[in-house]
């Protein structure tokens, strides 16, 4: 079924099947055709719209003078006086000048209907003969068929230049190694409050609470000692070492026997990302010890190993194993010890 | 109708006007005809005939939209910055003032609140994106549901659906750009994405964002790539998109003398030219107006970004939210680990999978449909959604299946504003998006036979006319009238449908023939697509059927004048020849 001669691509035909085609209907005459009193008004209604809207373009340019933005950017309802006045006076001065060019092709142009024929989307047979022949030309005569060698060792070669084109964007990044299966949690680093960077004492949280908190070597201090990272390396860091600290009923808590220690006077502590996609959650319900991922829902219980009760996820909320220091403020035992936030491939490697 | 054309206004001749001597307008075009020699090519194309119906204006609102995003795009890169690069905010804007964030998320605020205009155009530019995507999806249904992807078009199809995907991603990356806590959770989602990719998903993330999210690189690559890669591609594939329309011709709906050779409508110039280049203003007024009266991604409100910080009700723009509610519904704990290597399989299959999946079903369902009907002639001509029942009930399958998975997109939405439980609303929306589309299909399809049956009622026995009539028995009748010449004509100006049978599969011997069992599979769904079509009547049909009406026509009394209270509307009886009848 590949080759179609020209008689199989003609379109479909209706003829008189079953009723013959009446025919182009007989032009109607509009009102601007025959009454000169309405061609004429016609004629003002768009002048009258032109007209307008370059009133409008010159209050475009008087808005922009005159009404302020910085402080007094959320005048009029909240949108700022000069985006609506700019907004209004454009979007008029634009509408007229469509709606008036539009008046005037309906009223004004002629509106007769023309026929032109369509014509099969193929060339003609001649056509595709001659380009046929001429392609054919040009593969004798350049021997691209009878010397396999020169042709083959040209296909090999454009190929291999698939290489360097690929190679020369290895440098777009660092290779992952196993740098998504480490935080900047360490043996004893303080728990600290993440917008404050306070380090955060076992005592001082209630039951029911659940505080945000971020590793100290966020907040290098000359007392803490650890150094002050550059932006990108900080960014990352903050990415993946964010915790939520709660504090339930110790007897609430249902611990595996392997992590048992790694609670402190039932505070326990789980990454922040969701092991979904990588959300940071946030939705805590203390009753239900339930925390929530507003993006895609998935429900985690902090009282059972912040176990999936719901939603898309598959994986627990790593655990964070805590410890108080001798100031009795909330320490990290060690790294997370699996990678948090989202699966990937090599995850179980690492 | 006769009308004394002698009054016909000057300006408005029906001949387009001969050249006198050469004036200032024609010099300019010989000078620039010698050098160019356009003269050949625009004498063609200059009165080249567009037909006209309101459903082809859908295309070029996606098509004005982009250029509005073109013109308000560079007038955002004057000044915004795409760099990740952390600074002070010290602009106008008070709430901010003194908070660290992105040189992006910094200088957009700048660009919204310290240049004036600025904030105007950033609400026009994401206006003209929403815009852009929904033209193009309302246009790709118009194409659809009127079977105006068939051949010749198919191609075109291809490169719009292309265009779509296109359009998506650049409304992506342009809304991941401002650095604000919105997009860059956005942003680390895509990330999470990415590394669900089997083998190289991490790979992929490392060399995307330079190393770990987020890290610093990714807001000056996606700008590179909203700004220029994704831009060049979109105006390539526009281009190759109109011009396959103009050498194609515009498909038109059938009518009296509107047949599958010729097309019917106004000239390119000046009729077409005024009406499209008008309707440009058109819509960019109205995306103006939006710009300034309704606000859209007030990105100072939601702050910079901060990769521990997430705000309830985060959603994408609206044409991310259908693979977002798919990934929501997604049934707990779907993830294996296969030989120590994990497969996320509920994150690859609603993103990585369905939309790359829906958009190649998309792309090839011409090409289904031709394979199925076997059909080798050009069409040009559209059909009307029920004339073609299995097509117009798999679009709104997929239309079902589209907004079941949008609005399981928004379930944390609809669980606050409608106060239920987002629990229930995602356990319905798992069974849904498999039933919805199942039983929009058949009610469609359903549908359309009935739409088909009423219209061949219509052909046979004519239009019901309000008129009752009683009889000296007392029964009480509607009376019929026949439809107008054109109404019919339009009606019946369709295809028969042909089912595809295999005949002869087996030769003499009893061999089957190579491509026999394709065949049997063609057969069975060209069954399954036509067999149940209701065909127009034949003039045979049609014939028996206007003699019967003339018969009962005529034992019902008074057909010699208009029934009491009709003498003046198109439901008198038809007693002259000089009655128009009802369209």
């Given amino acids: ?350 | 109708m006769s009308v004394d054309t002698s009054k016909v206004a000057s300006s408005n001749g029906r001949n387009a006007a001969t050249a006198s001597k050469p004036g200032r307008a024609s010099g300019l075009a010989n000078w620039a005809d010698d050098r160019l020699g356009l003269a050949t090519a625009m004498k063609k194309n200059l009165r080249k005939v567009f037909p006209d119906h309101w459903s082809f204006m859908l295309g070029e609102i996606a098509l004005w939209s982009f250029v509005v995003l073109l013109l308000t795009g560079v007038f955002l890169t004057l000044w915004f910055v795409p760099s990740m690069g952390h600074i002070t905010y010290e602009g106008s804007y008070d709430q901010l003032r003194g908070v660290g964030m992105s040189e992006a998320m910094a200088s957009t605020v700048h660009i919204s609140f310290d240049v004036r205009g600025g904030l105007l155009m950033r609400q026009m530019h994401h206006w003209a994106a929403s815009i852009f995507i929904a033209a193009m999806m309302v246009h790709l249904l118009r194409v659809a549901f009127t079977g105006a992807y068939r051949k010749p078009r198919e191609l075109n199809w291809v490169i719009g659906c292309l265009l779509l995907l296109l359009g998506t991603l650049e409304g992506f990356t342009g809304y991941s750009l401002p650095d604000d806590l919105l997009s860059g959770t956005g942003v680390r989602a895509a990330d999470g994405f990415m590394k669900a990719t089997p083998v190289v998903g991490t790979y992929m993330s490392f060399f995307l964002f330079g190393g770990e999210f987020p890290g610093e690189s990714i807001i000056p690559r996606l700008y590179i790539v909203h700004v220029l890669l994704i831009p060049g591609l979109l105006l390539g594939l526009i281009a190759a998109h109109m011009l396959l329309l103009v050498y194609h011709k515009h498909t038109q709906w059938p009518g009296p003398g509107r047949t599958e050779q010729n097309v019917v409508g106004f000239p390119m110039l000046p009729v077409y030219a005024a009406k499209a280049g008008g309707f440009f203003f058109v819509v960019f007024g109205v995306i103006a107006l939006m710009g300034g009266l309704m606000s859209i991604n007030p990105v100072w409100k939601f702050g910079p970004y901060d990769p521990t910080k997430v705000t309830a009700g985060s959603q994408p723009d609206w044409y991310m939210g259908w693979p977002d509610g798919a990934l929501r519904i997604i049934p707990t704990g779907w993830e294996s680990v296969i030989f120590g290597y994990t497969i996320s399989w509920n994150v690859l299959l609603p993103i990585l999978v369905l939309p790359p999946l829906m958009l190649t079903i998309l792309a090839l369902i011409p090409f289904i449909e031709a394979w199925i009907t076997g059909d080798k002639r050009e069409h040009h001509l559209l059909q009307r959604p029920r004339n073609a029942p299995t097509r117009t009930a798999v679009f709104v399958a997929l239309m079902t299946f589209y907004g079941l998975l949008w609005a399981a997109g928004g379930n944390d939405i609809i669980a606050i504003r409608l106060d239920m439980s987002i629990n229930a609303i995602t356990y319905f929306m798992r069974v849904a998006v498999i039933l919805g589309p199942i039983l929009a299909f058949w009610i469609t399809r359903r549908w359309c036979i009935s739409l088909q049956r009423h219209d061949n009622e219509m052909l046979l026995h004519g239009y019901e006319s309000g008129v009752i009539l009683r009889s000296p028995e007392g029964s009480y009748t509607e009376r019929h009238l026949p439809l107008s010449e054109t109404r019919a004509y339009t009606l019946t100006a369709r295809d028969r449908d042909r089912v595809f049978t295999v005949d002869g599969d087996r030769d003499a011997a009893g061999v089957e023939a190579p491509d026999s069992r394709s065949q049997r599979l063609r057969a069975r769904l060209s069954r399954w697509m036509f067999a149940h079509n209701v065909q127009k009547p034949t003039a045979a049909e049609l014939e028996e059927a206007h003699h019967h009406a003339a018969h009962e026509a005529e034992l019902q009394s008074g057909l010699d004048h208009p029934v009491d209270g009709h003498q003046f509307d198109d439901h008198r009886l038809r007693d002259t020849e000089e009655v128009p009848l009802r369209d």
């Fill in chain 1, 1 to 350: 079924m590949s080759t179609t001669t020209q008689g199989e691509n003609l379109p479909a035909q209706h003829e008189a099947d079953p009723i013959a085609d009446p025919g182009l209907p007989d032009h109607t005459w509009r009102p601007t055709d025959v009454d000169t009193r309405a061609e004429k008004r016609a004629e003002r209604q768009v002048a009258a719209m032109f007209g307008l809207s370059a009133v409008f373009a010159v209050l475009f340019v008087v808005s922009y003078f005159v009404f302020d933005i910085g402080e007094d950017w959320d005048t009029v309802g909240g949108l700022g006086a000069s985006n609506v006045s700019l907004g209004v006076t454009l979007g008029l001065s634009l509408l007229l000048i469509g709606v008036g060019i539009i008046h005037w092709a309906r009223k004004l142009m002629a509106d007769h209907e023309m026929v032109e024929m369509r014509h099969p989307a193929r060339s003609s047979d001649e056509d595709r003969t001659a380009t046929l022949a001429a392609l054919d030309a040009g593969a004798q005569e350049s021997g691209i068929g009878r010397r396999p060698l020169v042709r083959n060792s040209l296909i090999g070669s454009v190929a291999m230049l698939g290489l360097p084109a690929v190679v020369v964007l290895r440098d777009l990044g660092p290779l992952p190694g196993d740098k998504l299966a480490h935080t900047i949690w360490e043996e004893g680093m303080r728990l600290v409050r993440d917008v404050i960077g306070t380090p955060i004492k076992a005592s001082d949280i209630e039951i029911g609470d659940l505080i945000n908190a971020a590793p100290e070597a966020l907040f290098p201090t000359e007392e803490n000692g650890y150094p002050v990272l550059p932006n990108g390396e900080y960014q990352v860091e903050k990415a993946k070492g964010a915790i939520i600290v709660v504090r339930m009923e110790p007897d609430e808590i249902i611990a595996p026997a392997d992590r048992e220690n790694w609670t402190v006077d039932g505070i326990i502590s789980y990454s922040k990302i969701c092991t979904h996609v990588g959300c940071p959650i946030s939705l805590y319900e203390r009753t239900t010890h339930h925390v929530l991922c507003p993006c895609h829902q998935s429900t985690f219980d902090l009282a059972d190993s912040a176990k999936v009760v719901f939603g898309p996820a598959a994986r627990p909320l790593p655990q964070l194993p805590l410890s108080v220091d001798a100031e009795g403020y909330l320490i990290a035992q060690s790294d997370f010890t699996e990678p948090i936030g989202a699966s990937y491939w090599e995850r179980e490697k690492q």
